[in-house]
């Protein structure tokens, strides 16, 4: 495994000045940003997350408004009664994606909102709270709890609300395989905490956000 000096004197020659690598890299929320975004945004968010999965961004991202009408502002506490027939006329609506599994992700997401409003005061409590030396362990509490966050779900959604975490891309795994942290996707424990392990240490020695070395660890494949 390289060090961090490695990595970044490779993006400089790669962009060829500190300015222009700074111009491609993501910043992330300050934690007071994360705890006052509302409940109903962090839902909204998780639902175009589900929805994304596998779909065109752009299609998606045209339809989003007539999802914020039929979703009452995703508004967990209202989204969260809505009932099968209700879910079964929406997917007569033509203005929505009508993807039956994903609409019925919405109101058990404002589900498990709830529950960790109870727990926490708010969704963006937790998302602010948990560090991110353990952001794997975030990807794998969103997974168990939420509905259809699996795979890259949950980091890509962490990367929407401005949570800072890398995401394990193509592009990033090629790069690790090369690091010699991993072999294969990381997908088990042991290799997540790897992964991990390996960002905590680059995260050290820069004081870099992980969404950065993320970014940069990801230029260093050919492309």
Request: some cysteine.
């Given at each position: 495994?390289?060090?961090?000096?490695?990595?970044?004197?490779?993006?400089?020659?790669?962009?060829?000045?500190?300015?222009?690598?700074?111009?491609?890299?993501?910043?992330?929320?300050?934690?007071?940003?994360?705890?006052?975004?509302?409940?109903?945004?962090?839902?909204?968010?998780?639902?175009?997350?589900?929805?994304?999965?596998?779909?065109k961004?752009?299609?998606?991202?045209?339809?989003?408004?007539?999802?914020?009408?039929?979703?009452?502002?995703?508004?967990?506490?209202?989204?969260?009664?809505?009932?099968?027939?209700?879910?079964?006329?929406?997917?007569?609506?033509?203005?929505?994606?009508?993807?039956?599994?994903?609409?019925?992700?919405?109101?058990?997401?404002?589900?498990?909102?709830?529950?960790?409003?109870?727990?926490?005061?708010?969704?963006?409590?937790?998302?602010?709270?948990?560090?991110?030396?353990?952001?794997?362990?975030?990807?794998?509490?969103?997974?168990?709890?939420?509905?259809?966050?699996?795979?890259?779900?949950?980091?890509?959604?962490?990367?929407?609300?401005?949570?800072?975490?890398?995401?394990?891309?193509?592009?990033?795994?090629?790069?690790?395989?090369?690091?010699?942290?991993?072999?294969?996707?990381p997908?088990?424990?042991?290799?997540?905490?790897?992964?991990?392990?390996?960002?905590?240490?680059?995260?050290?020695?820069?004081?870099?956000?992980?969404?950065?070395?993320?970014?940069?660890?990801?230029h260093?494949?050919?492309?």
């Amino acid at each position: 495994m390289r060090d961090y000096q490695w990595l970044h004197e490779y993006c400089l020659n790669r962009f060829g000045s500190a300015a222009a690598l700074e111009a491609r890299l993501p910043q992330p929320r300050a934690d007071a940003e994360l705890r006052a975004l509302s409940d109903d945004r962090y839902l909204s968010l998780l639902a175009l997350r589900v929805f994304r999965a596998g779909l065109k961004h752009s299609l998606v991202d045209a339809k989003w408004p007539a999802f914020e009408q039929v979703f009452f502002g995703f508004d967990p506490e209202k989204v969260v009664l809505m009932g099968a027939e209700h879910l079964e006329r929406l997917m007569q609506d033509a203005r929505l994606i009508r993807h039956l599994g994903k609409l019925k992700s919405v109101p058990r997401n404002a589900q498990f909102i709830l529950d960790v409003r109870q727990e926490k005061g708010s969704f963006g409590a937790l998302i602010a709270d948990w560090p991110a030396t353990d952001i794997v362990g975030l990807w794998k509490y969103l997974a168990k709890h939420g509905n259809q966050l699996g795979g890259l779900s949950a980091p890509r959604f962490l990367r929407m609300v401005g949570k800072d975490t890398f995401i394990p891309t193509d592009d990033m795994v090629a790069a690790l395989r090369a690091q010699q942290i991993i072999d294969k996707a990381p997908t088990s424990q042991k290799d997540l905490a790897l992964v991990q392990a390996a960002f905590n240490q680059w995260h050290a020695q820069s004081g870099r956000p992980l969404c950065q070395l993320s970014v940069m660890l990801a230029h260093t494949v050919n492309h």
